[in-house]
């Protein structure tokens, strides 16, 4: 194992467990503590975060690149589930879990492209 590949598992699993706090916490909460990061268009935030998610991933575990796509979906997935209970009270949309997916075809895609220039230079 390479020693950026350890650096990138550790920057996935940091990434991931902010997308989580971020997606899981009741919007009355989010505002109670200042945080209004990303953009204003909510797809865009769902499909940058797990782009960068399946980019990390993909650098991480690069040999795995279809169980890390295959985990990120199923996160995606419970984190539309969860935000639709009344604990969480955010809402349940289905279209935020394909903009999920299309983030990380494009994650996939840069990883992809990343591997073969590494590849290329030797």
């Keep these: 194992m ?15 467990i902010a997308v989580l706090v971020l997606a899981l916490l009741p919007v009355p909460r989010l505002k109670e503590f200042g945080i209004d990061v990303g953009f204003h268009y909510d797809k865009l ?3 940058s975060a797990f782009a960068v998610l399946t980019f990390l991933g993909g650098l991480g575990w690069p040999d795995r690149k279809v169980l890390v796509i295959i985990f990120l979906a ?5 984190i539309e589930v969860l935000q639709g209970t009344a604990l ?6 289905v279209f935020d879990w394909v903009a ?6 494009c994650g996939l895609v840069a990883v992809i ?3 073969w220039i590494s590849r290329r230079k030797g």
């Design 88 to 93: 969480i009270a955010r809402d349940l949309d």
């Design 113 to 115: 492209c990343v591997h």
């Design 2 to 16: 390479r020693f950026y590949s350890v650096a990138e598992r550790v920057a996935f699993l940091v990434t991931l």
């Design 100 to 105: 999920d997916c299309i983030g990380m075809a």
């Design 74 to 78: 199923l996160v995606g997935a419970a």
């Design 45 to 47: 935030n769902h499909a």
